[in-house]
């Protein structure tokens, strides 16, 4: 006779054997005798080469020394921390002027902070965020890299770039603080609700206009110490050339995807062409054409910007 429960039966949890680390670690690395006799010997292969590297690191190394020679002097086998602490502002800066330093680390601390916005869910107005970063900051940064007299686009461009920082910013603290856009919050604060779209269009203008106004007054009396490109170099220059040459490489690359799948025999062959030829070679033998042959080419007197041959040659590159 079979019994009916009224009440279902509780599930039953899953087996510590089975939920556990250690029934991973049965069940992954000790499953059979091959399996655990290749684990052990894993193992052992990480742990000599990890102590290796901790030997080499830090117990062997010399973290302080005057020359070269007391470095060797000190340990042979071990590392010579001290030459790169040495060189540290070498390897990030380059021949950069040690006293113009703030203006790279303010430079890359303005990014980080313009572009916060984008990992911000509360954050308002992030295609304006994305679009102002690509419009605006590489002139900024240009500028603030390598100084000089400003021309009056280059002041325009600065100018623009402080409004647009500011706004993104007012936006960013509006939609964490308030819940709603940098706009929104004026025109709130303003008494304009009611008011027609044409009339809180027309008010926020004004007010973009007069920040653009004092920002172009404030950043008129002020310059940087220039510095030659010749002088950039280590991580900072690798950073800029690869920042430029991915962001500019995007519209190339769409340009040559579109002529790729075109139905016109002679764009679809030119882009192919282009495509494969630069897949088909290393980035090194790109910029070496690009800074060694290149001038070759060009008629007698005509000198171009080595830096400006690297960027386009990466962008080149990037795009394919």
Known sequence: ???????????????????????????????????????????????????????????????????????YDNSLTGACWAGVIDWLDNIFYGRYPREELWRINFGGILLAFWMAPLWIARAKGKVLVGA???????????????????????QLMISGAIVAFAINMANTIAGIIKQQSIAQFVIKSLGQTNATDKTQRNLLIALVAVGFAAAYLWQSSWTVEFVTWTKWGGLFLTLVISGIGIASAMPGGIILALGRRSKLPVLRVLSTGF????????????????????????????????LVQVIIAVVLFNAC
């Open 1 to 71: 006779m079979a019994i009916i429960k009224a009440t279902k039966t509780p599930a039953r949890s899953a087996p510590i054997s089975e939920t556990s680390i250690l029934g991973w670690l049965q069940k992954n690395l000790f499953s059979s005798a091959f399996n655990t006799v290749l684990t052990l010997f894993t193992a052992y292969i990480i742990y000599l080469a990890v102590n290796g590297v901790y030997i080499w690191g830090f117990v062997d190394a010399t973290f302080v020394a005057e020359t070269r020679r007391e470095c």
């Open 132 to 154: 102002s970063v690509v419009l605006f900051y590489p002139f900024l940064a240009g500028y603030l890299f390598s100084g000089g007299d400003k021309g009056l686009f280059m």
């Open 275 to 306: 495509i494969e030829i630069f897949r088909s070679v290393p980035l090194i033998t790109v910029l070496f054409m690009a800074t060694t042959m290149f001038p070759l080419f060009m008629p007698e007197g005509f000198v171009l910007n080595k």
